[in-house]
């Protein structure tokens, strides 16, 4: 029977590689607000939509965690789900992924006939947790005959009226069902589902800035961001450096600290400002200043940090520079897409006081000019929205694929220096 899985998994896998792989990761957060695990996405992206069956978009997501990109690099320690259509339940194959890492997820369109049934429960048997997905009392939203059958519900709080929510989530848990909520994008919405006992929350409430209302960070020093403001835009000497950084007796203090530590090790110790500049040069210590900035922000959630770097990085890495912009241009304005996240205000509020060059001002507010259009094909593709990110000015999927993994590795390495 298995041999027959391998051969169908094979068949399934075939010429997928000739495709782009083009995959998002969307976190699920613990009441915590901490990230538990990622749902890896595939989307078809511009004019293969109506070809792409749903063996083939789970294909491709299976590839990308396993060849492409890897699974450490795509979700670090987390675990992972992915979209199992019908045709993959009714006759399963064999997952070349570790069991103990992966939540199968059954979409809403699935019905419980025995051969689906059948399927889940070899999945489970074979150490695989299986989840009911965008689960609501309403036609359409998940076949509750399958209830029985798995171990996680992720439920569609959006689709569910609020009137029933809470019984609904009431019959479920006596199920002793672990419960995942779907598109929570407020606060609000946050605690409520946490009060009612959910164990895992979708959606984006912690990129906005009501997340934090009235929690600005009181060891944040606008000092520090007006340093790095200043040098992004400016080609300044070696001494100008060291006097401007200078100026953050902390920040000097941190990067001193980190440039000595395992992570560098280089053969003699570091000494002064100048020291490191001309270790690194002026590009990469500014890089490093901008990292360490994010130390004020220990208290907020790490996801939220990892991500301000992956669109800094990302950002810096789609820089063209026929374009004429500075790729230092492009990495301040991924970092700073946060700001208002991170300090709990408007992202009008969250640059007053930063004298920041014009391109960058307008590309964090806007989304104008050539890094406005870099930042927004980065958001995009947070998305899993691919003809958004063509349509923002890059159409070459395998260069945006390659940045992002690349700034997904470079986050996931590079956090530690902000959250030690």
Not at 115 to 127: C, E, L, Q
Not at 212 to 231: H, N, S, W, Y
Not at 265 to 290: E, Q
Not at 296 to 317: G, K, Q, S, V, Y
Request: aromatic content about 8%.
């Amino acid at each position: 029977m298995r041999r027959g899985e391998k051969r169908r998994a094979a068949a399934v896998f075939a010429d997928k590689s000739r495709h782009d792989v083009r995959v998002a990761r969307q976190p699920i957060f613990d009441p915590l607000s901490k990230v538990q695990a990622y749902e890896l996405l595939y989307r078809p992206g511009t004019g293969e939509g109506a070809g792409t069956s749903g063996a083939a978009a789970t294909a491709r997501v299976i590839l990308a965690a396993v060849s492409d990109f890897g699974l450490d690099h795509l979700a670090g320690k987390a675990d992972i789900h992915i979209n199992l259509p019908a045709e993959l339940i009714s006759s399963p194959i064999d997952i070349p992924l570790p069991p103990d890492r992966v939540v199968l997820e059954v979409l809403e369109d699935v019905q419980a006939d025995e051969a689906v049934v059948a399927g889940i429960n070899t999945y489970r048997k074979r150490g695989f947790r299986v989840a009911l997905d965008d689960f609501a009392w309403a036609p359409g939203q998940g076949d509750a005959r399958l209830l029985e059958h798995v171990d996680i519900v992720k439920v569609d709080i959006l689709a569910q009226p609020a009137d029933t929510l809470e019984e609904m989530v009431a019959a479920l848990r006596s199920r002793e069902i672990k419960l995942i909520a779907e598109k929570v994008e407020t606060r609000e919405q946050f605690q409520r589902c946490r009060v009612m006992g959910f164990y895992g929350f979708q959606g984006f409430f912690l990129q906005r800035p009501e997340t934090f209302q009235g929690l600005r960070t009181e060891g944040f020093k606008p000092a520090t961001l007006q340093v790095l403001a200043a040098l992004q835009s400016s080609d300044y000497s070696t001494e100008e450096v060291e006097k401007l950084v200078s100026r953050d007796v902390a920040l000097v203090h941190r990067v001193l600290r980190t440039l000595n530590s395992a992570y560098y090790a280089f053969p003699s110790p570091v000494s002064s400002i100048r020291h490191g500049v001309n270790l690194l040069g002026r590009d990469n210590l500014l890089k490093l200043c901008a990292i360490l900035s994010l130390a004020a922000f220990r208290d907020r959630p790490t996801w939220l940090l990892a991500n301000t770097l992956i669109r800094a990085r990302m950002c810096e890495l789609l820089h063209d520079p026929v374009v004429g912009a500075d790729s230092g241009t492009f990495f301040m304005t991924g970092l700073l897409s946060h700001l208002d996240a991170l300090l709990g205000v408007s992202r009008e509020e969250s640059l007053q006081g930063l004298a920041l060059a014009p391109a960058v001002r307008a590309a964090v507010l806007e989304r104008a000019g050539p890094a406005g259009r870099a930042l927004s094909a980065v958001e995009a593709w947070e998305r899993g929205e691919w003809d958004a990110v063509a349509e923002a000015g890059f159409a070459d999927a395998a260069k945006v694929r390659a940045a992002y993994l690349d700034a997904v590795a470079w986050s996931e390495e590079t956090v530690k220096l902000t959250v030690e």
